[in-house]
């Protein structure tokens, strides 16, 4: 079972270390479709978000 800190070091991983990463590699590889970052992090995010929600139904069927 995910202990509290884990969880929140993941919810931090997941939230605000990835999109930085996507957008800062979005605009150093691709400076003219920097537009299209706030398309881009949604997109990348979204196999983390079902993770998460994968993680969560774990953690409360153990519960």
């Given at each position: 079972m995910i202990g509290m800190p884990e969880l929140s070091i993941l919810f931090l991983l997941i939230f605000v270390v990835y999109p930085l990463v996507v957008v800062y590699t979005v605009r150093h590889t691709?400076?003219?479709?920097?537009?299209?970052?706030?398309?881009?992090?949604?997109?990348g995010l979204a196999p983390l978000i079902a993770t998460v929600v994968l993680i969560r139904k774990v953690?409360?069927?153990?519960?």
């Open positions: 691709m400076p003219k479709a920097a537009k299209y970052i706030i398309a881009t992090v949604p997109l953690w409360y069927a153990d519960a």
